[in-house]
T-cell receptor, first 111, second 117 residues
Framework: GENVEQHPSTLSVQEGDSAVIKCTYSDSASNYFPWYKQELGKRPQLIIDIRSNVGEKKDQRIAVTLNKTAKHFSLHITETQPEDSAVYFCAASIHGNQFYFGTGTSLTVIP | EAQVTQNPRYLITVTGKKLTVTCSQNMNHEYMSWYRQDPGLGLRQIYYSMNVEVTDKGDVPEGYKVSRKEKRNFPLILESPSPNQTSLYFC????????????????FGPGTRLTVL
C-alpha cells in the first residue's frame, strides 16, 4: 500500500517567520493530497488540499506545492502567528478512497 | 448545524467485552470513514464506506467491524476488544467533490477515547 513520510516531526519558528513541512509518498497512483491541522485535544481540520493536476495552491498565508515526479508535497506557512501552533498532518489518497496519513509535525510558533 | 457526532466520547472497558462506537452525520454525505490515532503513528484508516451497504478495509482493519445500513450512520464494532486497541478514534464523512469520486472537505467527529484494560 501507500507509504507517506512526513518531516520534520517537530518544528519551532519565531513569530513572523515561515514554516515548511515536507511529505513524500510512494504510490504514483495517489492523486489527492490534503493537509490537516489538529489543535491540542481537538479534531483534525482540513486547511488546504491539492490534486495531482495542479502544482501549487495558495490560500492566504498557506500554500501547498506538489512535485509528482519526485513524489513529494510540501506545506508552506508564511508570517507565522502563535495560533498556527498545532500538529499538522499530510495525507495521500487515490480518488479520495483510502487515505494514508503522515505521522504529523508539531509546530510551535514562539511569540 | 452540519456536524459529525460520535458516542461515547470516552470509554473504559475490559478485554473481550463487545462494544460499539456510533457515528452519525447530518450532511447527507455518501463517504464515511473510521480512523485511529496513536502517538507517533498519525491517523490510520480502519474502514471506509463509499455508500450504503458498501464498505472496504482501510490500512488497519483487524479486530474491527463496521456496517452501513443507513447513509447517516456508520458504527464501529469491536467484537472482542484487546489492550492494543486502546486509542483515540475518529469518524469522518466527506462530501463529493466537483469531479464525481473526487473528495472535498473531510469532516471529522470529535473523537472517542477508548481504553481497554
Amino acid at each position: 500500500g501507500e507509504n507517506v513520510e512526513q518531516h520534520p516531526s517537530t518544528l519551532s519558528v519565531q513569530e513572523g517567520d515561515s514554516a515548511v513541512i515536507k511529505c513524500t509518498y510512494s504510490d504514483s497512483a495517489s492523486n489527492y493530497f490534503p493537509w490537516y491541522k489538529q489543535e491540542l485535544g481537538k479534531r483534525p481540520q482540513l486547511i488546504i488540499d491539492i490534486r495531482s493536476n495542479v502544482g501549487e495552491k495558495k490560500d492566504q498565508r498557506i500554500a501547498v506545492t506538489l512535485n509528482k515526479t519526485a513524489k513529494h508535497f510540501s506545506l508552506h506557512i508564511t508570517e507565522t502567528q502563535p495560533e498556527d501552533s498545532a500538529v499538522y498532518f499530510c495525507a495521500a489518497s487515490i480518488h479520495g478512497n483510502q487515505f494514508y496519513f503522515g505521522t504529523g509535525t508539531s509546530l510551535t510558533v514562539i511569540p | 448545524e452540519a456536524q459529525v457526532t460520535q458516542n461515547p466520547r470516552y470509554l473504559i472497558t475490559v478485554t473481550g467485552k463487545k462494544l460499539t462506537v456510533t457515528c452519525s452525520q447530518n450532511m447527507n454525505h455518501e463517504y464515511m470513514s473510521w480512523y485511529r490515532q496513536d502517538p507517533g503513528l498519525g491517523l490510520r484508516q480502519i474502514y471506509y464506506s463509499m455508500n450504503v451497504e458498501v464498505t472496504d478495509k482501510g490500512d488497519v482493519p483487524e479486530g474491527y467491524k463496521v456496517s452501513r445500513k443507513e447513509k447517516r450512520n456508520f458504527p464501529l464494532i469491536l467484537e472482542s476488544p484487546s489492550p492494543n486497541q486502546t486509542s483515540l478514534y475518529f469518524c469522518a464523512s466527506t462530501s463529493p467533490g466537483l469531479a464525481g469520486r473526487w473528495t472535498d472537505t473531510q469532516y471529522f467527529g470529535p473523537g472517542t477515547r477508548l481504553t481497554v484494560l
